[in-house]
């Protein structure tokens, strides 16, 4: 796969490097999305219809078990070659951020440590009344557990529709692509925001920025250099071609 010399060239020189990862970067790992994840028994609901805080107040139990379900899924996942490429490319850049928009937890699994996660992680837990983080020791998979601290329902640590991102997350986000050289954009469709706007704050304050997609889409034409194909394929090769063979 032939890579781009002036990526090869930033790869190499750039001091400061912001990622922003989507669905699409699990989807050689067999992650499914929100919406392909709706088989067997979870057919007949609408992904949107569990996933807020409405849906949570009406019926708890479910919603908790719909989580369960799509852990399951993830945990039966593993990171594939692109997200390890990524965890390769922060081992080598003194200043690394990779902000993503999955709560799969396959980059950490991977090997990336700077991850700012901005709609939340399937793993973590807290207080659906006062918000406290919550550790569970053994997660309970039929119904959700109780805040030891206020009684409360305890809810997966996710950005629901209709709630806002995590503010600290987000201040972060913004602050990498502000200062950063290089700006990667890979396997989101660019369409949900405010996380599809970082890619254009990063080129405004001067980052080089490039597309990384399976096809064209809402960035087409945005940022300063496009590249479609599979994630998992050329992510690896970017590697090879800016690092040489140990990459
Ligand atoms: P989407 O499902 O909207 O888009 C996935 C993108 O990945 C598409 O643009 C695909 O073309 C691309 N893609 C698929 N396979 C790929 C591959 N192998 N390599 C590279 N690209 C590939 O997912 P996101 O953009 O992540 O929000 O969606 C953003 C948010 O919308 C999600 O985090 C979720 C959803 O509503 C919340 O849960 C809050």
Not at 177 to 187: K, T
């Given at each position: 796969?032939?890579?781009?010399?002036?990526?090869?060239?930033?790869?190499?020189?750039?001091?400061?490097?912001?990622?922003?990862?989507?669905?699409?970067?699990?989807?050689?790992?067999?992650?499914?999305?929100?919406?392909?994840?709706?088989?067997?028994?979870?057919?007949?609901?609408?992904?949107?219809?569990?996933?807020?805080?409405?849906?949570?107040?009406?019926?708890?139990?479910?919603?908790?078990?719909?989580?369960?379900?799509?852990?399951?899924?993830?945990?039966?996942?593993?990171?594939?070659?692109?997200?390890?490429?990524?965890?390769?490319?922060?081992?080598?850049?003194?200043?690394?951020?990779?902000?993503?928009?999955?709560v799969d937890d396959l980059h950490r699994r991977a090997g990336s440590r700077n991850v700012v996660e901005l709609h939340g992680n399937l793993f973590r837990y807290r207080c659906f009344d006062d918000d406290t983080p919550v550790e569970l020791v053994t997660v309970?998979?039929?119904?959700?557990?109780?805040?030891?601290?206020?009684?409360?329902?305890?809810?997966?640590?996710?950005?629901?529709?209709?709630?806002?991102?995590?503010?600290?997350?987000?201040?972060?986000?913004?602050?990498?692509?502000?200062?950063?050289?290089?700006?990667?954009?890979?396997?989101?469709?660019?369409?949900?925001?405010?996380?599809?706007?970082?890619?254009?704050?990063?080129?405004?304050?001067?980052?080089?920025?490039?597309?990384?997609?399976?096809?064209?889409?809402?960035?087409?034409?945005?940022?300063?250099?496009?590249?479609?194909?599979?994630?998992?394929?050329?992510?690896?090769?970017?590697?090879?071609?800016?690092?040489?063979?140990?990459?």
């Amino acid at each position: 796969m032939k890579i781009p010399d002036p990526l090869i060239e930033r790869l190499r020189r750039s001091q400061r490097v912001a990622v922003l990862t989507g669905a699409g970067v699990s989807a050689e790992s067999g992650v499914p999305t929100f919406r392909d994840a709706q088989t067997g028994l979870w057919a007949r609901y609408d992904p949107a219809e569990l996933a807020s805080p409405e849906a949570f107040r009406a019926n708890p139990t479910l919603v908790w078990q719909w989580y369960a379900y799509r852990r399951s899924l993830v945990e039966a996942a593993a990171p594939n070659p692109g997200h390890l490429a990524l965890a390769d490319l922060e081992r080598r850049i003194a200043d690394f951020t990779l902000i993503t928009q999955n709560v799969d937890d396959l980059h950490r699994r991977a090997g990336s440590r700077n991850v700012v996660e901005l709609h939340g992680n399937l793993f973590r837990y807290r207080c659906f009344d006062d918000d406290t983080p919550v550790e569970l020791v053994t997660v309970p998979q039929d119904a959700p557990p109780r805040c030891a601290r206020c009684g409360g329902l305890v809810r997966p640590d996710v950005v629901w529709f209709g709630e806002w991102l995590p503010p600290q997350a987000w201040r972060t986000a913004v602050a990498a692509a502000e200062r950063c050289d290089l700006f990667l954009c890979i396997g989101t469709s660019g369409v949900v925001r405010p996380a599809a706007d970082l890619p254009l704050i990063a080129r405004s304050a001067g980052a080089y920025t490039v597309e990384i997609n399976i096809a064209p889409g809402a960035l087409d034409g945005q940022l300063d250099l496009h590249l479609y194909a599979p994630a998992g394929q050329l992510l690896p090769a970017m590697m090879s071609a800016a690092f040489g063979d140990a990459a």
